[in-house]
């Protein structure tokens, strides 16, 4: 790869004198595409310069929805002109001839995720990144979607729309997958079918907002990683990953409701429909660790966050089960619960 990555940079980048590609590795993070670093070294002026990048790329197979580098790659540009921290891209190759499939190259940002770091901060500087956290979900749904370009036809229309939308993916996944428990998810879905929210405001959302997608260093947050499966929609997805509780197991490093407090202080969007979309994450959960299982069992994808992901099933089994039976009442309430 190496060597056919180095020729096709020095074809697109004949600007850079003396063009290597150096200290390639494949990065096994992530559940839904390929991911390699390298080093990029080129004369300039006289004396060598270099920068780190990232290539992305889909798998032979993706336990999650399938991945669309032009998609990424159009919306980091986008955003760069934003106040939300995004990475810069360099290029994006949709011709599959270069590398078997398209890819896009971004910059390798510096920092840490808050996922690996939290526990050991101090609680000052817990109280900062967790204001951090929720200022830049709430900068993300402020976003004014349509001055970024984003096609207007992509927009679902309103946010029932875009629940059903969600919920018919979610039906097409189950129905792909072998060996699923599928009367439960089935009643799950069926409920929520039967429990679409109403109208509500469409903004930009991120889709995979958790503290695994986050980069800081020291106390500000520096990019916002993972937009794959970003788009226009109900802001109250995003939050339902968080909700409701002590959520640390949805990627949350704080108590739910102490993140709203935080995330309203912050100019985010009054959204409702917590318990539908906490459904709908969890049943989301349950077929992204079974799709992982079973990449596993096939020898399709490698990474030590695919077991780990099995080892949730059987948690996220009995939690669906016990919302379709107490009719979603059974969450912990917010303090506007719908």
Same mark, same amino acid.
């Given at each position: 790869?190496?060597?056919?990555?180095?020729?096709?940079?020095?074809?697109?980048?004949?600007?850079?004198?003396?063009?290597?590609?150096?200290?390639?590795?494949?990065?096994?993070?992530?559940?839904?595409?390929?991911?390699?670093?390298?080093?990029?070294?080129?004369?300039?002026?006289?004396?060598?310069?270099?920068?780190?990048?990232?290539?992305?790329?889909?798998?032979?197979?993706?336990?999650?929805?399938?991945?669309?580098?032009?998609?990424?790659?159009?919306?980091?540009?986008?955003?760069?002109?934003?106040?939300?921290?995004?990475?810069?891209?360099? +290029?994006? =190759?949709?011709?599959?001839?270069?590398?078997? $499939?398209?890819? %896009?190259?971004? @910059?390798?940002?510096? /920092? !840490? #995720?808050?996922?690996?770091?939290?526990?050991?901060?101090?609680?000052?500087?817990?109280?900062?990144?967790?204001?951090?956290?929720?200022?830049? +979900?709430? =900068?993300?749904?402020?976003?004014?979607?349509? $001055?970024?370009? %984003?096609?207007? @036809?992509?927009?679902? /229309? !309103? #946010?029932?729309?875009?629940?059903?939308?969600?919920?018919?993916?979610?039906?097409?996944?189950?129905?792909?997958?072998?060996?699923?428990?599928?009367?439960?998810?089935?009643?799950?879905?069926?409920?929520?079918?039967?429990?679409?929210?109403?109208?509500?405001?469409?903004?930009?959302?991120?889709?995979?907002?958790?503290?695994?997608?986050?980069?800081?260093?020291?106390?500000?947050?520096?990019?916002?990683?993972?937009?794959?499966?970003?788009?226009?929609?109900?802001?109250?997805?995003?939050?339902?990953?968080?909700?409701?509780?002590?959520?640390?197991?949805?990627?949350?490093?704080?108590?739910?409701?102490?993140?709203?407090?935080?995330?309203?202080?912050?100019?985010?969007?009054?959204?409702?429909?917590?318990?539908?979309?906490?459904?709908?994450?969890?049943?989301?959960?349950?077929?992204?660790?079974?799709?992982?299982?079973?990449?596993?069992?096939?020898?399709?994808?490698?990474?030590?966050?695919?077991?780990?992901?099995?080892?949730?099933?059987?948690?996220?089994?009995?939690?669906?089960?016990?919302?379709?039976?107490?009719?979603?009442?059974?969450?912990?309430?917010?303090?506007?619960?719908?």
């Amino acid at each position: 790869m190496k060597s056919t990555l180095e020729t096709y940079l020095r074809a697109a980048l004949q600007q850079k004198e003396n063009l290597k590609v150096v200290e390639l590795q494949r990065i096994n993070q992530g559940n839904s595409n390929r991911m390699v670093g390298f080093t990029l070294s080129w004369r300039e002026n006289g004396s060598t310069r270099t920068r780190k990048y990232i290539l992305r790329m889909p798998p032979e197979k993706s336990i999650m929805e399938p991945y669309q580098p032009a998609s990424e790659y159009h919306l980091l540009k986008a955003l760069k002109s934003t106040p939300v921290p995004v990475p810069g891209v360099l +290029l994006l =190759e949709e011709d599959e001839s270069v590398l078997g $499939k398209p890819f %896009l190259i971004m @910059e390798k940002m510096d /920092g !840490d #995720t808050l996922s690996i770091a939290y526990h050991a901060m101090l609680p000052e500087k817990k109280k900062k990144l967790s204001w951090e956290y929720a200022r830049t +979900l709430a =900068e993300i749904h402020s976003t004014d979607w349509r $001055k970024l370009g %984003l096609p207007a @036809e992509d927009a679902p /229309g !309103d #946010t029932s729309r875009f629940a059903a939308a969600e919920l018919w993916k979610c039906r097409a996944r189950l129905q792909a997958v072998k060996g699923i428990p599928r009367q439960i998810l089935e009643n799950v879905l069926n409920k929520l079918e039967e429990n679409i929210p109403q109208s509500g405001e469409l903004t930009l959302i991120h889709g995979d907002y958790n503290v695994g997608n986050v980069l800081f260093s020291g106390d500000e947050i520096v990019a916002v990683l993972d937009w794959e499966i970003a788009g226009i929609g109900d802001p109250a997805l995003d939050l339902g990953w968080l909700y409701p509780g002590k959520a640390m197991a949805l990627g949350l490093p704080m108590d739910s409701d102490d993140f709203f407090a935080l995330y309203r202080k912050a100019g985010g969007k009054e959204t409702g429909n917590l318990r539908f979309y906490h459904s709908l994450a969890m049943l989301k959960l349950a077929m992204a660790g079974i799709q992982a299982c079973l990449s596993i069992e096939e020898n399709s994808r490698g990474g030590l966050n695919l077991p780990q992901m099995g080892f949730t099933i059987p948690y996220i089994l009995n939690s669906l089960c016990y919302l379709v039976t107490s009719g979603f009442k059974a969450l912990n309430p917010h303090k506007n619960p719908s």
